[in-house]
């Protein structure tokens, strides 16, 4: 739909940012949300549509929200329970409620202690599905403070000289303010790639890269649909980060994963690798995702000013640098974010022929009455 860089591709309809948000709003509502929480739900969602993260944007309201909340394995009345609380840390439990409202909460506690101690640090059990991790990290840049941030989720990726799916996608975050017109803004999931990536595919009708999905045969396959359908069944799984062989360093990213899996349920007591899966005894039981969020005070180690020159000044040397043959440019990590949020906060957001479907599927079941392009 766009290229890297947040340019359009002619002959996808587009639905402007506040439109687009406000219908997600309407929609959380419409399945029992809190007005308030649900603001915060959709807040997350188009943050992703705007910075192109089109697997973890509106495309994620219908199958993983949605419909999570009509099967009974989702509560939209999310209840926060302070599980335990030192001064610059805190345990919560968020009782299988949303997610983005969850850790919302866990990153401003975690930017309140580091205010006032430095460093804070939250620890979550028993939510769900968050979103991007990077919409946390960033509210700790916002701040002016580093943010780190990761989540475990359902079984997909195999460990290194593995087949089984173990791991979640397990995505590591980070945020930090620079001197330019956006923060340095890192977030990627710890296997080659992940789910929402081959549902973007799935969408596309295209085949998957050779090389991102292995079976239990050990080889690649390439098929999304069938992918997406194994990846359930437990007979697919996702290569880590480098691959499924020590050769390609796949050991990197199945190490990363289980430093996620670890800090995502072995410090707040929650489930973990298979525990995960979202069945128990052939039923849909709520996922309970465990995430951490973390805050660190700049100025508590330097002037913030002068942390934020610095940092601009490795960015720009970085893009700065020698180019490979047929390329005109390096970016740094949340840079083509930035750009295709500016493009697309002007143009809208587009929307593919799959998700217009989803779309028009909730306008009729809830009721709504949106005037879109499709």
Same mark, same amino acid.
């Given at each position: 739909?766009?290229? $890297?860089?947040?340019?359009? =591709?002619?002959?996808v309809?587009?639905i402007q940012?506040?439109?687009?948000r406000?219908?997600?709003?309407?929609?959380?509502?419409g399945?029992g949300?809190?007005?308030?929480?649900?603001e915060?739900c *959709?807040?997350?969602?188009?943050?992703?549509?705007?910075?192109?993260i089109d697997?973890?944007?509106i495309?994620?309201?219908k199958p993983?929200?949605y419909?999570r909340?009509?099967?009974?394995?989702?509560?939209p009345?999310?209840?926060?329970?302070?599980?335990r609380?030192?001064p610059?840390?805190a345990?919560?439990?968020?009782?299988?409620?949303m997610g983005?409202?969850i850790?919302?909460? /866990?990153?401003?506690?975690?930017i309140?202690?580091?205010?006032?101690y430095?460093?804070?640090? =939250?620890?979550v059990?028993n939510?769900?599905?968050?979103?991007?991790?990077?919409?946390?990290?960033?509210?700790?840049a916002d701040?002016g403070?580093?943010g780190i941030?990761?989540?475990?989720?359902? %079984?997909?990726?195999? %460990?290194?000289?593995?087949?089984?799916?173990m &791991?979640?996608t397990?995505p590591l975050?980070?945020?930090?303010?620079s001197?330019?017109e956006?923060?340095?803004?890192?977030?990627?999931?710890? $296997?080659v790639?992940?789910r929402?990536?081959?549902?973007?595919? /799935?969408?596309?009708?295209q085949?998957? %890269?050779e090389?991102?999905?292995?079976?239990?045969?050990?080889? $690649?396959k390439?098929?999304p649909?069938q992918i997406?359908r194994?990846?359930?069944?437990?007979?697919? *799984?996702?290569a880590?980060?480098?691959?499924?062989?020590?050769?390609?360093?796949?050991?990197?990213g199945?190490?990363?994963?289980?430093v996620?899996?670890?800090?995502?349920a /072995?410090?707040?007591?929650g489930?973990?690798l298979?525990?995960?899966?979202?069945?128990?005894?052939?039923k849909? =039981?709520p996922?309970?995702?465990?995430?951490f969020?973390?805050?660190?005070?700049?100025?508590?180690?330097?002037?913030?000013?002068e942390?934020?020159?610095?940092?601009?000044?490795?960015?720009?040397?970085?893009?700065a640098?020698?180019?490979?043959p047929?390329?005109?440019?390096?970016f740094?990590?949340?840079?083509?974010e930035?750009?295709t949020?500016?493009?697309?906060?002007?143009n809208?957001?587009?929307?593919?022929?799959? &998700?217009?479907?989803?779309?028009?599927?909730l306008? /009729?079941?809830?009721g &709504?009455?949106?005037?879109l392009?499709?």
């Amino acid at each position: 739909m766009e290229n $890297s860089v947040g340019q359009a =591709v002619a002959g996808v309809p587009r639905i402007q940012a506040g439109v687009l948000r406000q219908f997600m709003v309407d929609v959380f509502t419409g399945v029992g949300v809190p007005s308030d929480d649900a603001e915060i739900c *959709a807040d997350v969602l188009i943050a992703a549509d705007l910075q192109g993260i089109d697997s973890h944007g509106i495309s994620r309201l219908k199958p993983i929200y949605y419909t999570r909340i009509k099967e009974g394995i989702l509560s939209p009345i999310t209840k926060i329970d302070v599980v335990r609380e030192g001064p610059t840390t805190a345990v919560l439990d968020g009782n299988n409620g949303m997610g983005h409202v969850i850790s919302k909460r /866990a990153m401003e506690m975690a930017i309140a202690k580091a205010k006032s101690y430095g460093m804070g640090m =939250v620890a979550v059990r028993n939510s769900s599905h968050y979103g991007i991790a990077g919409y946390y990290t960033n509210m700790a840049a916002d701040a002016g403070m580093i943010g780190i941030s990761g989540t475990n989720a359902r %079984p997909s990726i195999a %460990p290194t000289f593995g087949v089984e799916n173990m &791991l979640g996608t397990n995505p590591l975050a980070f945020a930090m303010p620079s001197d330019e017109e956006f923060h340095f803004s890192f977030d990627a999931a710890t $296997s080659v790639t992940q789910r929402g990536k081959i549902e973007v595919y /799935a969408r596309r009708n295209q085949p998957v %890269p050779e090389g991102w999905v292995i079976g239990h045969d050990g080889k $690649s396959k390439t098929d999304p649909h069938q992918i997406l359908r194994e990846l359930t069944e437990g007979t697919a *799984a996702l290569a880590p980060l480098g691959g499924i062989s020590e050769e390609t360093a796949g050991y990197k990213g199945y190490g990363y994963a289980t430093v996620v899996e670890i800090l995502s349920a /072995a410090l707040q007591g929650g489930p973990f690798l298979k525990a995960l899966s979202g069945v128990e005894d052939g039923k849909k =039981v709520p996922h309970r995702l465990g995430h951490f969020f973390i805050a660190i005070d700049i100025s508590a180690f330097i002037d913030l000013n002068e942390f934020r020159r610095i940092t601009g000044q490795i960015l720009r040397e970085l893009r700065a640098s020698k180019k490979a043959p047929g390329q005109d440019r390096i970016f740094t990590a949340g840079e083509k974010e930035y750009y295709t949020q500016q493009e697309r906060a002007k143009n809208g957001i587009p929307i593919g022929e799959s &998700l217009q479907k989803d779309i028009t599927a909730l306008q /009729a079941e809830l009721g &709504l009455n949106y005037a879109l392009p499709f």
